[in-house]
């Protein structure tokens, strides 16, 4: 077998090369956002240049428009948002007209946009820069949501993204931002969009982790392994559409779930989980689900108060061994 | 550059098909925002363009692409809510939008439109090609944020785009001049470094030219341009909207009525270069036309569930919990 070539990359340098392969690739691929020629795509302006790779005023609500409308007209650009709490500025253009004009024109137009934007949290950033708001547009019919745990799936689902012909929600997690893993090169390393991994196989408990609470799931299921617990840890990758079928069937195997998601706990992605899986597979349950979610407050400055909100190994046991 | 006598029947055409259109949405199916009164600065600014050329519109829809030249059957259609409809009665009277007449969209978000038109200016400008874009909207839009970030946008990009307000003089009930702190939007065009010129809207060959001056500035590379056409709407807000005051009074209505018709006041333009017969042949046609899309509409079929998904997505996929169809 050939072995397929791989680099070493960081999950944030994998978003980049990410679209350095697609906008060689494919000459309608467009760079947009703030301040991209220092932070984020400084080495893709060695290869493109202005025409491509546009620099934006302050005005999140129109360029994320100005997006949507070169997609409308032949382009597939990539919107870097920045800050998943700009989306707010934003969802004007992303749910009224992103989300709905396939819809309203009786499929006369096609959407193809990725909007990245990055998940700030545990960085003392403060409430208005560190908001996970996937539920907002999970909420929203007509987007796919996308939330990559790993550089290779962040790479390969970004480039999927850009091929896909409807608006897709790109959520980086900046917890993962750093950490370094081989990627494949090219067209190999493609991961379709709608299928959750399954990260660490088990019998005893199933465990769905959503973007950066996966280092942490993974970390339990260790730990749970010392005390003879086999946990199934799943990374839902993606968020719409949602790989039901991976975890359902994974629960009929453990027959109970924990759920790790760092969004607020009302109408959380874990809600929404627990509701498909209470809804369609109620006689697999021996066990009530848990939600490991940030509570219903908003994120503080103080780092001491910050990481107590999200996901940890500690959590994520303590929810385990309140069923198993 | 003058139009031709062909082109003038063109202009008078489009603008009567808006007109008898309406009328008979009001006859049949009273729903919707109406450009009745605005149709000299509708069909004057769509005659300037190509027929490549993008349009986004508003949610006063139906005007934008009747006068773009679109065929007035799926319009209607919609309009019911049929199948047939030029967007399979998903969208309705706010969102007419035909993209084979190079509409890209008609927003009832007012001052959503403005985006989308720049970003089709920046599309064309990035594939190289000779199109332009313009954008349709309301002297209500100019107080988006949309309005000051887009144009702001094309301005630095220098992108062929058209901004083309049509200035009725009222958002919704409130008058231009107790929204606006300075009250002549073409003047905002300086604030963006970039031309803004204004016209009487219910003078279709003026607006026409004003506006082929900046398309032919958008095209060859020379930027966008704001366009500011001082027009009138004869009806309500809305078919459907009570309006339990008197924001403007029935005079100036009256006046507008009477005086400043602007299919009366161009077809008495080409009376007096004698061209009646055609004129009269015209009249026919749309009348002919209009009943014809009207029994089109009414015969055509109610859409299926199965649509909704169907024009969701591109690709078909299962989201969670929502493919079924409510029991």
Redo the contacts between chains.
């Keep these: 077998m050939i072995r397929n070539s791989t680099q070493k990359l960081s999950y944030l340098q994998a978003i980049v090369e990410a679209q350095r392969e697609e906008m060689r690739r494919d000459e ?1 691929v ?1 760079l947009m956002g703030e301040d991209i020629a220092v932070y984020g795509a400084q080495s893709l302006f060695d290869e493109f240049d202005e ?2 790779l ?1 620099n ?2 302050i ?1 999140e ?15 597939r ?1 990539i919107v870097d948002l920045t800050i998943a709490s700009f989306c707010y500025l934003a969802s ?2 992303i749910i ?2 992103a989300a709905k ?10 959407v193809p946009l990725v909007v990245r934007t990055s998940t700030f949290y545990n960085n003392r950033t403060a409430a208005q820069h560190a908001d996970r708001p996937y539920p907002l547009f999970m909420n929203t ?2 987007l ?1 949501v996308l939330a990559p745990a790993n550089a290779t799936d962040a790479k390969g689902l970004l480039k999927s993204a850009v091929r ?3 608006p897709v929600i790109f959520f980086e997690d900046i917890n993962l931002w750093g950490k370094k893993e081989e990627v494949p090169v090219g067209d190999d390393g493609l991961i379709p969009i ?1 299928k959750a991994s399954i990260v660490r196989e088990g019998s005893d408990v199933t465990i769905v982790s959503i973007a950066g609470c996966l280092p942490h799931a993974k970390s339990a299921a260790v730990a749970l392994e010392k005390d003879g617990i086999n946990a199934e840890v799943i990374d839902l990758r993606t968020i ?3 790989d ?1 079928e991976t975890i359902i069937s994974s629960v009929a195997k453990t027959g109970s779930l924990v759920i790790a998601d760092n969004s607020h706990k009302v109408g959380s992605v874990a809600s ?1 989980i627990a ?2 899986v209470s ?1 369609e597979a109620f006689e697999s349950l021996c066990k009530p689900i848990q939600r490991v979610c940030a509570p219903q407050v908003h994120v503080p400055y103080s780092a001491a108060l910050e990481k107590k909100l999200f996901a940890s190994k500690e959590r994520i046991l303590n929810a385990v061994y309140k069923i198993v | 550059m003058q139009l031709d006598r062909d082109q003038q029947l063109k202009l008078f055409t489009r603008m009567l098909r808006i007109r008898k259109f309406e009328e008979a949405l009001i006859a049949h199916n009273p729903v919707g925002h109406l450009s009745i009164g605005q149709e000299g600065t509708i069909a004057g600014a769509c005659m300037a363009l190509r027929d490549d050329d993008f349009v986004t519109g508003t949610h006063r829809s139906h005007g934008h692409p009747i006068g773009k030249g679109a065929d007035i059957n799926p319009l209607m259609a919609e309009i019911f809510g049929k199948r047939t409809g030029i967007c399979k009665g998903l969208g309705g009277s706010m969102h007419l939008t035909d993209t084979s007449m190079g509409l890209i969209g008609e927003s009832a978000i007012v001052g959503g439109g403005l985006p989308l038109a720049t970003g089709a200016g920046l599309s064309i400008q990035v594939r190289g090609a000779d199109q332009v874009s313009l954008c349709f909207f309301g002297d209500g839009a100019t107080n988006q944020g949309t309005f000051g970030e887009s144009v702001n946008m094309a301005a630095i990009w220098k992108l062929p785009v058209i901004y083309f307000c049509e200035n009725n003089g009222y958002a919704v009930t409130t008058s231009v001049e107790k929204s606006h702190g300075q009250p002549d939007i073409y003047r905002r065009a300086d604030g963006y470094g970039i031309p803004g010129v204004v016209v009487d809207g219910q003078d279709a060959e003026a607006v026409h030219a004003v506006t082929l001056e900046a398309v032919n500035r958008a095209r060859s590379g020379e930027g966008p341009t704001l366009i500011e056409a001082k027009t009138y709407r004869f009806d309500e807000h809305s078919n459907r909207l009570a309006i339990p005051i008197e924001y403007r009074s029935k005079e100036e209505v009256e006046h507008y009525r009477n005086e400043r018709d602007p299919i009366t006041l161009y077809r008495n333009v080409l009376l007096s270069r004698d061209l009646r017969v055609d004129v009269e042949r015209i009249e026919e046609q749309v009348n002919n036309a209009v009943d014809e899309a009207v029994e089109f509409a009414k015969q055509s079929p109610e859409p299926e569930m199965s649509d909704l998904w169907d024009c969701l997505f591109s690709n078909p996929i299962a989201p969670a919990g929502d493919k079924g169809l409510p029991e």
């Design positions: 309608r467009i025409t491509r546009r934006t005023p005005s609500n129109s360029f994320v428009g100005v997006g949507v409308g070169a997609a409308l007209t032949g382009l650009p004007d253009q009224n007209q004009l396939r819809f309203m024109t009786g499929a006369q137009l096609k019919p007509g796919k896909d012909d409807d709608g719409v559409p949602m039901k929404e509701a498909v809804e």
